[in-house]
């Protein structure tokens, strides 16, 4: 058959709760990042990269503007006669509105079945990550595994949501896993990234569905950890959980690294959708310091530490600093703007002023006029 | 079975662009990057669809290569429609034989199978070496409204300047009554574009005729349609009143690059209701380090900038390293200005690499003799090595030594 076996299925929402205002209008894949990224781009662009050709999105609530955003997959190369990009709605089966990742699962169980593929990965769309999934799926292959768990050693990030700390043994068997818990130190911390055979993920979910037992780390991930044929497969370049505003303006702040860029958009390029827009315009007396700028910007003012995203006008005088300012906004002459994480289409007229703190910046919300 | 479309568009693509030297020496002249982000083709294609024509025929000749894998299947354009789409025609042989494109119009009668198989009411013959936003749906009106046989597009010259030209001698009522190819004393100042509509049926009687006579050099501007208009042929000048760039020289091309910074040139790439599409490297938004300067320049994705630009028009994936300084230049995509390299009223090949140090071109100011002053162009892939010095107006095609002296 055409394609590598693989069939790639994100979860599109299973953040929605924890970034609120970034979440209010959109679904966590849809949250734009990186100055002229989505989350869902991350996920996407790994499987597209890694050979996959057939992507199944899951949605919940809140997903028109990932739709408008995925469009028909062509910029991620999945506009396809064969395979391709399938959003999948929420009301997979008769009107019942999926309330976990098992009964979604189960709700589109006819898709899984019906795809060609023999294996499956499951990603979360709140991870930024660069990841080549047919190495794991290789490791899952040669360790005959049931599920194949991508995790990172390190220091597990604050508030990671639903997280998983695994313990393995040399082969990279799991020998537990406790979930939600705090740990201090080093640790190996989930990924939300799962490689599975696809007959064995359609009987787990059955299984699990059929005993009301509908928490996917637990009854699922744990459950299996406990029968001792999970294995975990260490990614070591760059990650980023994305679980709370804080961590979102850190992941964003991070990319000002050229060793973070480097491994994120070096080796395999992040696709998106593609807005034609012009190259950025630096006009006279515009002055930009550490800073990530996209196409169609509009500079006359002063940015340091900033992220301006598609279409950002920065009027003469104007001070950015520290801010992340999302597509189509625009700031007005001598306003002055630090710690502000600013949401898409906002108006911010002349000479107003608005300041958060690095560990809780200011949010305005799309679409305001002030 | 093909839907009958109203104008098929043909893109006169094939051309050599011999002025631009070092820069088509491996590329065809509508593939020479311009403007940060762009091809020159960009221009033609993205009018073509802005206008409503998306049915785009681009006859190739001269190094198709980047040309043909830029066009690739017309997306980025939304030319890879169900009816229609962009399709590429280089010559070809045939059951009498092989021939090149001889001419304009020769390529055109080449393609008489690809027009007629859209059924077209007119064609609209284009050429890809130019800078210009028109909306050729406007045109096709003024053509249809005058009942012509063809209509020629014209921008008015300056008549100093109207020595350069193919000037256009028109009625009160915008028929055409004479061409004056490059006048030494010009009668007006209307200056062909190079867009030509025809009606279709018309243009195939005259293309068939010209491709018998054995005397003609097979071009639209010597041959067809001075034998239209001899012939008595209904044709007409439409008037342009927009920006329009012929790229052909390094003088020009730099100079059409600048006119983007200039926020009185009437150019505007911004505006939403006429985007240039163009294809997108897929890499992430531009960075500016710490004590970069960056002023009155474009700069796009892709890009690391650590040193200064004034004037600037810097390509995808370039980057200019700590203390390099770039003036009044353009810089293709994946180029690398290393640490303190100077570079000043230049252009910079696509992938070439300005060593450490390295001295690039000059301010007009700082030379004795303007005569001996030009843009500088460094070729595509050409490494410049420490501290060389390229002279004012040297055309550097292979790589340069450390510490050498270009003139």
């Known amino acids: 058959m055409r394609g590598n076996k693989i069939l790639g299925i994100i979860f599109s929402h299973t953040q929605d709760d924890k970034l609120r205002e970034l979440t209010d209008v959109r679904t966590t894949g849809s949250v734009p990042y990186g100055g002229r990224y989505r989350l869902i781009d991350f996920a996407l662009s790994s499987m597209v990269n890694s050979g996959i050709e057939k992507v199944g999105v899951i949605t919940k609530s809140n997903y028109q503007s990932l739709l408008d955003h995925l469009g028909s997959g062509k910029s991620w190369g999945l506009s396809r006669k064969n395979s391709g990009l399938f959003i999948l709605p929420p009301f997979g089966r008769g009107n019942v509105l999926h309330e976990s990742k098992v009964e979604a699962l189960c709700n589109n169980a006819k898709f899984i079945s019906h795809s060609l593929e023999d294996y499956v990965v499951l990603s979360d769309s709140d991870v930024i990550y660069s990841l080549d999934v047919q190495k794991v799926v290789d490791q899952h292959i040669a360790k005959g595994a049931d599920i194949t768990a991508v995790y990172k050693e390190g220091a597990a990030p604050e508030q990671l949501g639903a997280s998983l700390m695994f313990n393995f043994n040399e082969e990279g068997n799991a020998e537990s896993v406790l979930i939600d818990s705090q740990c201090q130190g080093t640790c190996n911390y989930g990924l939300h990234i799962y490689v599975m055979h696809k007959e064995f993920l359609l009987s787990a979910v059955k299984e699990a569905y059929g005993h009301n037992r509908l928490n996917f780390s637990r009854d699922i991930i744990a459950a299996e950890v406990a029968k001792g044929n999970v294995y975990g497969y260490k990614y070591t370049g760059y990650s980023a959980v994305i679980g709370s505003m804080k961590q979102y303006f850190d992941a964003s702040m991070d990319l000002m690294k050229p060793e973070i860029r480097a491994e994120l958009f070096g080796s395999n390029p992040v696709y998106t959708k593609i807005r034609d827009e012009m190259p950025a315009v630096y006009g006279l007396g515009s002055e930009v310091e550490n800073s990530l700028i996209a196409d169609g910007c509009q500079i006359n003012g002063y940015v340091e530490n900033s992220i301006l995203f598609r279409g950002v006008t920065v009027g003469a005088g104007a001070v950015v600093r520290n801010c992340i300012v999302m597509q189509d906004t625009s700031i007005g002459e001598n306003t002055k703007l630090n710690y502000v994480v600013v949401d898409k289409d906002n108006s911010i007229g002349a000479e107003r002023e608005f300041a958060g703190e690095e560990s809780y910046p200011v949010y305005i919300r799309k679409g305001s006029l002030i | ?407």
């Open chain 2, 1 to 407: 079975m093909f839907h009958k479309q109203e104008c098929v568009a043909m893109l006169l693509a094939g051309g050599q662009g011999s002025r631009l030297y070092a820069l088509t020496k491996a590329l065809a002249k509508p593939a020479v990057p311009y403007g940060g982000k762009y091809r020159i083709i960009d221009f033609p294609l993205s009018n073509c669809v802005n206008s409503g024509i998306d049915t785009v025929g681009v006859l190739t000749q001269y190094q198709p290569l980047v040309l043909n894998d830029y066009i690739g299947n017309g997306q980025p354009w939304d030319l890879d429609t169900i009816n229609g789409g962009v399709h590429v025609l280089p010559p070809y042989q045939g059951q009498n034989g092989a021939d090149w494109y001889k001419g304009t119009a020769n390529a055109i009668y080449q393609n008489i199978s690809f027009i007629e198989r859209y059924d077209p009411s007119y064609v609209i013959i284009l050429s890809g070496d130019h800078i210009y936003k028109m909306d050729y749906s406007v045109m096709l009106e003024y053509h249809k409204e005058k009942q012509a046989d063809c209509t020629i597009a014209t921008l008015e010259v300056p008549l100093e300047e109207a020595n350069r030209f193919g000037i256009l001698n028109c009625n009160e009522d915008g028929s055409i009554y004479e061409f004056d190819e490059k006048p030494k004393v010009p009668k007006s100042n209307k200056a062909s574009m190079g867009i030509y509509i025809f009606t279709w049926e018309k243009l195939r009687k005259y293309l068939v005729q010209d491709e018998e006579n054995a005397d003609s050099s097979n071009d639209f501007g010597k041959d067809v349609l001075p034998s239209m208009l001899n012939a008595g042929e209904r044709m007409y000048a439409w008037s342009f009143d927009g920006y329009w760039k012929d790229v052909g020289t390094i003088d020009s091309l730099w100079e059409a690059n600048m006119d983007v910074l200039d926020p009185n040139v009437p150019l505007d790439l911004a505006d939403k209701s006429w985007r240039i599409y163009s294809r997108n490297p897929a890499m992430p938004p531009h960075y500016i380090g710490n004590n970069a300067k960056v002023q009155n320049s474009l700069v796009t994705e892709g890009c690391n900038v650590y040193g200064e630009l004034e004037f600037a028009v810097i390509f995808a994936g370039v980057t200019i390293a700590k203390d390099a300084k770039v003036n009044s230049s353009i810089i293709m995509p994946g180029a690398v200005i290393e640490e303190g390299a100077r570079v000043e009223f230049a252009i910079v090949g696509e992938n070439a690499v300005i060593g450490k140090g390295a001295v690039v071109g000059c301010d007009p100011q700082s030379v004795e003799n303007r005569e001996n002053w030009g843009v500088t162009v460094i070729g595509p892939k050409v490494k410049v090595g420490e501290d060389a010095k390229i002279a004012p107006k040297a055309m550097v095609e292979a790589d340069v030594e450390k510490g050498a002296e270009v003139q």
